[in-house]
């Protein structure tokens, strides 16, 4: 059996005194496309951080390509791989949309993904590539953020809700891209509210409620009913 | 649902009321100090309150109304000079010209405030500053008051204070604790009041008191006058017991405002008792370490610096919260009505 | 004519300035932070200039090939130890912080240096004019100096707005947290900010010591000046920053004409016209 990529274990983590995941366990291994939807404040957002390195978690351990990285800083685990799409998009204002993907690459990672590839895969991006980041629209700001984190050539690619705020057809245009992007080996983690959507693109769908996970399987093997109950807790 | 009238606002805790016991014991004795204590300490004594006063001050305007002014000097001075104008050129009573002086105050703090609050945070600070260099520069142009040089005052404004020289003293000493009392209770009666309430709520996020509708800017102009008035009363009673006045003497930045950031920070920023610890802290330190003169400004800096960085509630922050001790009665509990 | 040169000569002061205002301008720009101790650190690097001089026995332009290095060496040292602890939403622990490394550095070079002014002498350079037009002279030593700020500013903005480096630096300005995602150690970028800033102040500092005396007390003003001249040149932008500066000089240099106790008064009260009628100053960058 071919060893996880990331491999996250019981999972405590607080914000202050708040805890926000409890006893939380993912693997993902390479190559391979994870699901982790909820409602609101189920934590999935807080997951993500704690895999980029943005929050660490109280208890617990993570582990990533065979190395325990729990306690590592962000910009520690960009350079080992790990690429977070944020949560809003978060382009860089005063950069422009090129600037915005150069900066993606500043860990200096090597790997196929470039400025070139990146504009093959967005080609409205190139388009626009001197124009202000913000002056985009919201989905071409999405496209951005996602290429912006290509642009540290991953291992593993974290996206957080990028569906949000998008008009429906926006939101397919870019899950369409989806598998260009995991044909690589890449392997994502995908967060979204929209489960239609997550349980198309992914493979495996874990489900929190609450900081705790409530369920997790095949996308395709679990039921309509199954999913509700664990999203909503009923 | 419960009728107002069946709840009210409790502010005293049972720390609080040993503490303010101990304040007014404290007072009292100090009132009663020129029985007890001779001209020297008395002169020192009354040295410490009005550094009290200007600390509680500062403390109030950055601690509580988040307005970083590195710039008080400004009104210092500026107190200073209409107290010896009042007195040389029109024989007012210095009594009644260091009210006077704080009314001026008040008046001229309206315009620089409306000015000042167009630059935000540490360029606020420093356009205050500013404002005090041109105090300090316009000072110096007025040759009736000594323009660059200074000015005495003369003997006939100490002489009218009172009969013998040791009533002057008394009469200056009581002033100085006079004021300070006012100046601190002044500021209990505010944090007490709503506006306290408010005040601590743009001391804690500033963004969320505007937007539930607070009259932030108000309350700011209010809190950035006050704190003028009072500090202006105070710089003139302190060129009225230094008789000497001068444009670099008045609006010293290291004698009225570096001393003043010290106290506070030391002491404990945003907290009443603060700037009343620091200046005991302070003073103890002054008194016995003078001799080093820049080598105690830069240990006292250094000081500042580490507390800031590791203590940044300042030595009341720091005791208080373990121990519990409250001086003043400033909480807010909600209270049945029996 | 007096009042022309006047003027010309106002611009060249200007120019030193808005050196001031620069290395100031910058670490607001990166870091929201206004160095308080700025001023001083300018009289330190003077006074760094004034023993690298005295003791390695180079002229003072020279000297900059030791002076700068050490004071970015210090700027990134300071970041990194003490003013990166302060750098947060509480504006508080920045503004005192610098304070005290104001009132440190003041007190530090008094006990040192004692309060006798000192000044460093450039040689011939110092003298040296060249009449224009008749009755207006231009000094070699202020048009050099003019020169090499026009030359450090427009440095600094190519190094902004194209290098990868420069990039990096507006990230982190713009959004400290995802710059962290893109790799970037945020205390490491504020770090070198910092050291930027204090190659610049370096550069002025050394001017500062050949154009006038300087004793351990002037830092304050250095602040003060630099600090109108960023505001009324506009926040954001560094050759409105240049702006600034050369309108501050012709308003000192106008009220010097007018009486001598004028001339930085003069100055002060342009900045407060500019505070009352346009806040944002005159060419404030566009967001």
Not at chain 2, 90 to 109: D, K
Not at chain 2, 209 to 216: D, T
Not at chain 2, 232 to 243: D, P, Q, R, S, V
Not at chain 3, 159 to 178: E, H, M, Q
Request: aromatic residues 8%.
């Amino acid at each position: 059996m071919p060893d996880a990529l990331l491999q996250a274990d019981a999972l405590d983590v607080f914000y202050g005194d708040f805890q926000a995941l409890f006893g939380v366990s993912l693997t993902v291994m390479p190559g391979e496309v994870v699901a982790v939807i909820g409602a609101n404040g189920a934590g999935k957002s807080t997951l993500l951080k704690t895999f980029a390195g943005q929050l660490h978690p109280r208890a617990g351990a993570i582990r990533f390509a065979g190395e325990t990285v729990g306690t590592l800083p962000a910009f520690a685990m960009v350079r080992r791989g790990v690429a977070l799409v944020p949560e809003g998009r978060r382009l860089f204002p005063s950069l422009s949309v090129e600037e915005n993907l150069l900066i993606g690459a500043q860990a200096g990672r090597p790997g196929p993904w470039s400025l070139a590839r990146v504009f093959d895969l967005f080609p409205v991006l190139e388009e626009r590539r001197r124009q202000p980041s913000m002056s985009l629209s919201g989905g071409q700001q999405q496209m951005v953020a996602i290429a912006r984190a290509l642009m540290s050539n991953p291992h593993l690619l974290l996206c957080d809700e990028i569906s949000l705020g998008l008009a429906p057809i926006v939101v397919k245009e870019i899950y369409d891209r989806l598998p260009a992007i995991a044909g690589e080996g890449l392997s994502l983690v995908i967060v979204e509210q929209d489960i239609v959507q997550a349980l198309s693109a992914a493979r495996r769908v874990t489900c929190l409620q609450e900081g705790r996970v409530a369920l997790e399987g095949e996308a395709k093997s679990l039921t309509r009913e199954a999913v509700s109950a664990a999203y909503f807790g009923v | 649902m419960m009728s107002d009238a069946a709840i009210r606002v409790e502010h005293a805790t049972r720390a609080s009321r040993i503490g303010l016991t101990v304040l007014v014991l404290l007072v009292a004795a100090l009132a009663a100090a020129p029985a007890w204590a001779d001209r020297a300490s008395l002169r020192l004594m009354g040295e410490i309150f009005t550094f009290v006063a200007l600390a509680s001050l500062w403390n109030l305007l950055a601690g509580y109304a988040g307005l970083v002014s590195v710039g008080q000097q400004a009104y210092v001075g500026f107190g200073g000079y209409v107290l010896f104008a009042l007195a040389i050129l029109f024989g007012v009573p210095p009594i009644a010209a260091i009210i006077i002086a704080g009314a001026l105050a008040a008046i001229l703090a309206v315009p620089v405030a409306a000015l000042m609050f167009r630059l935000r945070g540490h360029y606020f600070a420093i356009g205050t500053w500013v404002v005090a260099e041109i105090f300090r520069l316009v000072a110096a142009q007025i040759g009736v008051l000594g323009g660059g040089s200074g000015v005495s005052l003369p003997a006939s404004v100490i002489t009218g204070i009172a009969a013998t020289r040791a009533m002057r003293e008394h009469i200056i000493y009581w002033l100085a604790l006079g004021l300070a009392v006012l100046v601190v209770g002044g500021i209990v009666m505010l944090l007490r009041s709503r506006y306290g309430l408010a005040l601590t709520a743009i001391r804690d996020n500033e963004t969320a008191a505007r937007s539930s509708g607070l009259g932030v800017t108000r309350i700011k102009y209010l809190v950035y006058v006050a704190t003028a008035a009072g500090t202006a009363m105070t710089g003139a009673l302190i060129f009225l017991t230094k008789l000497r006045i001068s444009p670099d003497t008045a609006f010293s930045v290291n004698d009225w405002t570096a001393f003043v950031i010290f106290i506070t920070v030391i002491g404990g920023i945003g907290r009443v008792e603060g700037p009343l610890i620091g200046t005991v802290v302070f003073f103890l330190l002054r008194e016995t370490l003078a001799d080093l003169g820049s080598l105690y400004l830069l240990m006292l800096g250094a000081v500042a610096i580490v507390v800031m960085l590791f203590a940044p509630k300042g030595l009341w922050g720091f005791v208080a919260d373990r121990l519990g001790w409250q001086a003043f009665p400033l909480e807010r509990r909600l209270v049945r009505k029996p | 004519m007096q009042w022309v040169n006047a003027i010309v000569q106002g611009v060249l002061i200007g120019g030193l300035y808005a050196l001031f205002a620069a290395g100031l301008s910058l670490i607001f720009g990166v870091m929201r932070l206004v160095n308080i101790a700025h001023g001083d650190l300018i009289v330190l690097a003077s006074y760094l200039a004034l023993v690298v001089v005295t003791t390695l026995g180079l002229d003072p332009l020279t000297s900059l090939v030791v002076v700068v290095p050490a004071m970015a060496v210090i700027g990134y040292a300071l970041q990194r130890l003490i003013l990166n602890r302060t750098l947060g939403d509480d504006l508080l622990p920045p503004l005192l912080v610098t304070f005290g490394l104001s009132v440190i550095i003041q007190n530090g070079l008094l006990e040192w240096f004692t309060a006798d002014s000192r000044k460093l002498t450039a040689g011939a350079i110092e003298v040296q004019a060249m009449q224009v037009l008749p009755g207006i002279w231009i000094g070699f030593l202020p048009l050099l100096q003019f020169a090499v700020t026009v030359a450090i500013i427009g440095g600094l903005q190519l190094l902004f707005y194209r290098t990868a480096f420069g990039r990096a630096f507006r990230a982190t300005s713009d959004d400290p947290a995802v710059a962290q995602l893109m790799g970037l150690d945020t205390r490491h970028v504020f770090a070198l900010a910092m050291a930027l800033s204090l190659a610049v102040v370096a550069v002025a500092g050394v001017f500062l010591a050949v154009r006038t005396n300087f004793d351990p007390a002037i830092g304050p003003a250095r602040l003060i000046y630099g600090f109108e001249a960023v505001i009324i040149g506009g926040l954001g932008s560094l050759w409105g920053t240049l702006a600034g500066g050369v309108i501050l000089g012709v308003a000192q240099a106008i009220g010097a004409q007018i009486d001598p106790g004028w001339q930085v008064l003069a100055g002060h009260l342009v900045f407060i016209a500019i505070l009352a009628v346009r806040p944002q100053g005159l060419f404030p960058k566009v967001q």
